[in-house]
């Protein structure tokens, strides 16, 4: 149950980090985004490591643990972030989001073909409500979004003279300004999705190459492995110049999703080192639910919030529940026969 909560707190910070993101993007690019997340994730991540007195676990670790933390560092802060602020660049969040989201399947495929892990009939009922729970939230988030901009230019007709000009002319830019790259945008979020949907599964092996390691200290090495990875993106001609001309209002919405985007990854480590993948994964994707939520609350003039999303967000969160406890348990007041029905091991061991 630790390793579930870690999970869910793992969540609800990944999501606050998504949604400071995204109001420091609205006028700053994804290199600016990237080159605070990264850097400041890792120191955060130092401090951490230094505040829990587990400095000294850095060099406990095996060779096998390294790399894959090396890896997941490089795979999930580097590429994988790169491809998921690019997607939405591209076409728009509610687009790529659910795109992005098949890390969910990807994921405990990976977890079946080589950690071998359990995967039930209410697992598997479990996925699908919370798939797709958080897919219908998302839609409806975007029909909504469509149906509100539909209102907004419809209301423009009903000014005369210059008033509906202005109106007109302070709104058509910003429409017009913004053509989804479908193509394009897919291609990264698919590849987005792949990234997200594999990096737990290194830090998993990585753990199991080092049982007791400090999860702090690991999630320390896997950041300084992505750090120098993006260093080299500097080297790049005109990145210093496009860093440098950060605006000082975006500052506070880049630093904040840097610390808490460091604070989401030293809970999803803790999970993973106590938790099978299997459990952990899906409760992580409550980040799409809860993004809703906290999205209303700091971004109210970009979000929409209506019933239908709250729908999407109970059945996403009681997917999520299937999944996570154990299935033994939970079936014991049932009858017989549907107990049985529920335990049936689709896969693993």
Same mark, same amino acid.
């Given at each position: 149950?630790?390793?579930?909560?870690?999970?869910?707190?793992?969540?609800?910070?990944?999501?606050?980090?998504?949604?400071?993101?995204?109001?420091?993007?609205?006028?700053?690019?994804?290199?600016?985004?990237?080159?605070?997340?990264?850097?400041?994730?890792?120191?955060?991540?130092?401090?951490?490591?230094?505040?829990?007195?587990?400095?000294?676990?850095?060099?406990?670790?095996?060779?096998?643990?390294?790399?894959?933390?090396?890896?997941?560092?490089?795979?999930?802060?580097?590429?994988? =972030?790169?491809?998921?602020?690019?997607?939405?660049?591209?076409?728009?969040?509610?687009?790529?989001?659910?795109?992005?989201?098949?890390?969910?399947?990807?994921?405990?495929?990976?977890?079946?073909?080589?950690?071998?892990? =359990?995967?039930?009939?209410?697992?598997?009922?479990?996925?699908?409500?919370?798939?797709?729970?958080?897919?219908?939230?998302?839609?409806?988030?975007?029909?909504?979004?469509?149906?509100?901009?539909?209102?907004?230019?419809?209301?423009?007709?009903?000014?005369?003279?210059?008033?509906?000009?202005?109106?007109?002319?302070?709104?058509?830019?910003?429409?017009?300004?913004?053509?989804?790259?479908?193509?394009?945008? @897919?291609?990264?979020?698919?590849?987005?999705?792949?990234?997200?949907?594999?990096?737990? *599964?290194?830090?998993?092996?990585?753990?199991?190459?080092?049982?007791?390691?400090?999860?702090?200290?690991?999630?320390?090495?896997?950041?300084?492995?992505?750090?120098?990875?993006?260093?080299?993106?500097?080297?790049?001609?005109?990145?210093?110049?496009?860093?440098?001309?950060?605006?000082?209002?975006?500052?506070?919405?880049?630093?904040?999703?840097?610390?808490?985007?460091?604070?989401?990854?030293?809970?999803?480590?803790?999970? *993973?080192?106590?938790?099978?993948?299997?459990?952990?994964?899906?409760?992580?994707?409550?980040?799409?639910?809860? =993004?809703?939520?906290?999205?209303?609350?700091?971004?109210?003039?970009?979000?929409?919030?209506?019933?239908?999303?709250?729908?999407?967000?109970?059945?996403?969160?009681?997917?999520?529940?299937?999944?996570?406890?154990?299935?033994?348990?939970?079936?014991?007041?049932?009858?017989?026969?549907?107990?049985?029905?529920?335990? @049936? =091991?689709?896969?693993?061991?």
């Amino acid at each position: 149950m630790l390793g579930i909560l870690y999970a869910a707190l793992g969540a609800f910070t990944f999501s606050l980090n998504n949604v400071t993101m995204r109001r420091g993007v609205v006028t700053g690019s994804v290199l600016q985004g990237m080159a605070f997340t990264v850097p400041v994730g890792g120191f955060s991540f130092l401090v951490m490591t230094i505040a829990f007195g587990e400095l000294g676990q850095l060099i406990l670790f095996p060779t096998v643990a390294l790399a894959w933390l090396a890896c997941q560092g490089i795979v999930h802060f580097v590429v994988g =972030r790169y491809c998921n602020y690019r997607s939405n660049q591209l076409m728009g969040v509610n687009l790529s989001a659910p795109v992005i989201q098949l890390q969910v399947p990807f994921a405990m495929l990976l977890a079946v073909l080589t950690l071998h892990e =359990r995967f039930t009939v209410l697992q598997a009922i479990g996925s699908v409500l919370m798939l797709g729970g958080s897919f219908a939230a998302q839609a409806e988030a975007g029909e909504a979004s469509t149906t509100a901009s539909a209102t907004l230019s419809a209301s423009l007709t009903t000014f005369d003279g210059p008033v509906q000009e202005g109106l007109a002319r302070s709104h058509v830019p910003r429409k017009s300004t913004f053509r989804p790259q479908v193509f394009s945008g @897919y291609l990264f979020a698919f590849a987005a999705a792949a990234c997200y949907g594999s990096s737990p *599964l290194m830090a998993r092996q990585a753990f199991l190459h080092a049982p007791g390691a400090s999860t702090v200290a690991g999630g320390c090495l896997a950041y300084a492995a992505a750090t120098v990875v993006f260093s080299l993106a500097l080297l790049k001609p005109g990145s210093w110049r496009d860093i440098k001309a950060t605006k000082p209002e975006n500052l506070p919405w880049f630093l904040a999703a840097a610390v808490l985007v460091a604070i989401s990854q030293a809970l999803v480590y803790a999970s *993973l080192a106590i938790a099978p993948l299997m459990v952990v994964t899906p409760i992580l994707q409550l980040s799409l639910v809860f =993004r809703l939520f906290l999205s209303q609350l700091i971004n109210r003039d970009y979000e929409v919030m209506n019933s239908s999303v709250f729908v999407g967000a109970f059945t996403a969160v009681l997917g999520s529940i299937l999944v996570s406890l154990n299935t033994n348990q939970l079936t014991t007041a049932l009858p017989t026969a549907m107990a049985e029905f529920l335990r @049936y =091991r689709l896969v693993g061991h």
